[in-house]
């Protein structure tokens, strides 16, 4: 059964940085279209971050720079190091291998 497992979120204040990962089992993220994505109470899940299986990665144009996606394919993680957080970046985020296989979340919580 696949299993994917966030973890790293927390309450931070604006301008702060926390780093969130995704643990993997049964499904390699290296050769896989692999995301992060994000949930706000009353709003749709949007995409967050996203690499590709060449390793190419875009970003929503709200984290662009600010946001990075990366993967360690010895250890089969995803990461996402967040820089200057806002509270709009607040939301419970989720990991996802090919928009198929998805985490149940961790909450990332900004405050003014």
């Known amino acids: 059964q696949v299993q994917l497992v966030e973890s790293g979120g927390g309450l931070v204040q604006a301008g702060g940085s926390l780093r969130l990962s995704c643990a993997a089992s049964?499904?390699?993220?290296?050769?896989?279209?692999s995301a992060w994505y994000r949930q706000a109470p009353g709003q749709q899940r949007e995409v967050v971050a996203s690499l590709d299986r060449g390793g190419n990665t875009n970003y929503a144009d709200s984290v662009k720079g600010r946001f990075t996606i990366s993967r360690d394919n010895a250890k089969n993680t995803m990461n996402l190091q967040m820089n200057s957080l806002k509270p709009e970046d607040t939301a419970l985020y989720y990991c996802t291998v090919a928009n198929i296989q998805w985490g149940q979340g961790t909450q990332v919580t900004v405050s003014a």
């Open positions: 049964r499904v390699t993220f290296g050769i896989n279209y």
